[in-house]
């Protein structure tokens, strides 16, 4: 194979989250698709891997429309395929015959944050589409409120904010107990 | 009875913020400064950006783009305070509203969010290293310019000290974040980052103008000043404000757009502009890693010493990056051989991938460049899009108030495509051996069409 596309920093981080993906879903199950990718480099931006990508919070949570242009270019290129048996419905995501090539072009830095992009692949795959939209809108929601009030938010703002992203998708409940979760969890540091 | 002023100007923040300076700008004629801003204007680290080209070896196509990020700069700051100033004039009252909701900007909101939007027009791209975009992607290994630029404003020891003592203690930080946007950004501060920054901003206004104004096209010419005219604040639900277009000025915004579009086409993305970006970047690759691997190393360097170095190089002939630099120096370049259409998709990508392969086998003593340019021309929301994900509504006020999304009352946006892509393959052929760039070139085509591409 030989690549067409650049091959830039982040095509190499996402073909090396695909590959990552593909492992853990060989042992644990779960699959990469167009929500999980977008969320697991979510949180490799949060947890300060560095990358051009630029997140808004749109319907299914903090989203990044260059990350969508990147899988096509990918996938065109043979790094990723998507292995869905129906792909209109969702996207499965698998490493593709250049895959290695690309990573090769820039192993000396995935080697730096190899130990990040396993962890939270690790953590995030296993996870449906909507909890991974629940987790991931609100950490922006408390990373906004952190920035507006000059220190760290009470747990209602945050939640309220949620609110104005999400509307009633989902519960009260289910919102608090998993704020409380990720915060045990010291996500919001 | 009365009516509610809405009108606001911001006093000065101190009297070292009133605009005593000016300097002449090729596009936008005076542009006024304060104190404050000349000491960070002549700050060694934003003053190396008068020896950083606007365009990189753009003026190997057209010999005038020779301008500079400096200028470029100063016109983003000064396209930026105007926008900011029609809006504080006619919807100052909810804009200071809003700014208040931010803990740094509670006392004195307009006058601060001011000078916040100035320097962020200032600043924004005060990390880029020698060649602007060009080599950007070898210089700046992972976060690019970007990624730099909030370095070089929010630490100490580059811009941060220097804004903190020019304005007030946190100013830097505050900065920062209205660079960065997203999650980190107050929401209430990203009517202030789209004047920088969004679908009709301060940026694309400034070098649209500036770059057809030094490469001597019209093709990045609207009516800038119309535009600034018709812009206008919108509360979306839950309170949020956002910025929007009065109905009148619908037909200069088309125009920003389609200008976008025939620059991206005709300049930024010129064939011979953009094989000399891919000898920058084989160039500095070559060089290796450590010359610039860290900030010292590239603040330290700009075009003037980059290039005085590259004709040395090339003076010392083939082999390595000097053979990357004797062709810089020498305009001596590769030629295209393929070219998709300029709204490639996928498949086209995937055809122009297969061809590159075939090129290889039949013509195994040429050497072949692949390249895919790809730039989004606008992101707005048009009738016909069942996905609203990643897309911008924005708000067109008709003079009732009532209000419409843009894309879905200008017929001319439908038109445009949302995305520049072109994939083209470069092929070493001598100029004076015309026969083999025909034969390669007619193998090409025949090859793509078999393959099942489009040219």
């Not at chain 1, 072009?105 to 990040?116: F, S, V």
């Amino acid at each position: 194979m030989s690549l067409f596309l650049s091959g830039t920093w982040e095509h190499a981080l996402l073909a090396q989250v695909v590959k990552e993906a593909a492992d853990v879903a060989q042992r644990d199950g779960g699959y990469l698709g167009r929500t999980a990718i977008q969320k697991i480099v979510y949180f490799l931006q949060v947890l300060d891997v560095p990358m051009r990508y630029r997140f808004e919070v749109f319907h299914y949570g903090p989203f990044c429309n260059t990350i969508l242009g990147d899988t096509e270019w990918l996938m065109a290129d043979e790094v990723i395929a998507d292995s869905s048996p129906n792909p209109d419905k969702y996207s499965k995501f698998t490493p593709g015959p250049a895959c290695e090539e690309l990573i090769a072009k820039h192993a000396a830095m995935l080697e730096r944050y190899e130990g990040t992009v396993k962890s939270t692949v690790k953590a995030l795959l296993p996870l449906q589409p909507d909890h991974l939209e629940l987790i991931a809108t609100l950490d922006y929601a408390f990373r906004e409120m952190k920035a507006t009030l000059g220190k760290e938010p009470p747990k209602q703002k945050v939640l309220a904010r949620f609110r104005e992203f999400k509307g009633a998708k989902f519960n009260d409940k289910e919102i608090a107990d998993t704020y409380d979760r990720l915060k045990a969890a010291g996500l919001f540091g | 009875m009365k009516a509610t002023s809405s009108f606001r100007q911001p006093e000065y923040l101190t009297n070292n913020d009133v605009p005593h300076h000016r300097i002449r700008c090729p596009v936008h004629g005076f542009i006024r400064y304060s104190e404050n801003e000349r000491k960070i204007i002549d700050h060694w680290i934003f003053r190396r950006l008068r020896h950083i080209r606007q365009l990189a070896l753009t003026d190997l196509v057209y010999p005038g783009a020779t301008h500079t990020r400096f200028e470029h700069c100063l016109g983003v700051m000064e396209l930026a305070s105007r926008a900011f100033d029609q809006l504080a004039a006619t919807r100052g009252a909810l804009l200071e509203w809003n700014l208040k909701k931010v803990a740094e900007l509670n006392q004195e909101p307009l006058a601060i969010a001011r000078q916040l939007v100035r320097l962020a027009g200032l600043l924004h791209d005060v990390g880029h290293a020698c060649f602007s975009h060009a080599a950007e992607t070898v210089i700046h290994e992972g976060g690019g310019h970007e990624s730099f630029t909030f370095k070089l404003v929010e630490e100490k020891e580059f811009l941060g000290n220097e804004l903190d003592k020019a304005y007030f203690a946190g100013f830097s930080g505050l900065l920062g974040k209205l660079l960065r946007g997203g999650a980190v950004m107050p929401p209430q501060l990203k009517v202030l980052k789209d004047l920088v920054s969004g679908e009709m901003d301060a940026d694309r206004s400034d070098y649209l103008q500036r770059d057809s104004h030094h490469c001597g096209v019209e093709y990045g010419r609207f009516d800038h000043r119309r535009m600034v005219q018709c812009l206008d604040l919108h509360e979306a639900d839950g309170g949020a404000l956002e910025i929007a277009l009065h109905r009148d000025g619908i037909h200069t915004f088309e125009a920003l757009i389609l200008a976008r579009y025939q620059m991206n086409t005709q300049v930024y993305y010129h064939r011979i502009r953009r094989i000399y970006d891919y000898y920058l970047c084989q160039y500095f690759a070559e060089k290796g890693r450590e010359a610039f691997d860290s900030a010292d190393k590239i603040l330290n360097q700009t075009d003037i010493q980059a290039m005085a170095t590259i004709l040395q190089e090339a003076e010392k002939g083939q082999g390595g990056h000097g053979k990357w630099a004797a062709r810089i120096r020498d305009r001596n370049h590769h030629r295209v051989v393929h070219e998709t259409g300029e709204d490639a998709n996928a498949m086209d990508l995937k055809h122009s991938g297969k061809l590159l392969e075939k090129l290889r086998e039949n013509f195994p003593e040429v050497d072949f460049i692949p390249d895919v340019a790809s730039q989004s021309i606008h992101r707005l929301l048009l009738p016909e899009d069942t996905e609203a994900t990643g897309l911008v509504a924005l708000p067109l006020i008709e003079s009732s108030g009532e209000s419409h999304y843009l894309g879905s009352r200008s017929h001319i946006l439908r038109r445009i495509p949302r995305r520049f892509q072109v994939a083209r393959i470069f092929s070493d052929i001598a100029r004076d051996n015309a026969e083999l760039l025909r034969t390669i070139r007619s193998f090409a085509l025949d090859e793509y069409r078999k393959l099942g591409g489009q040219s």
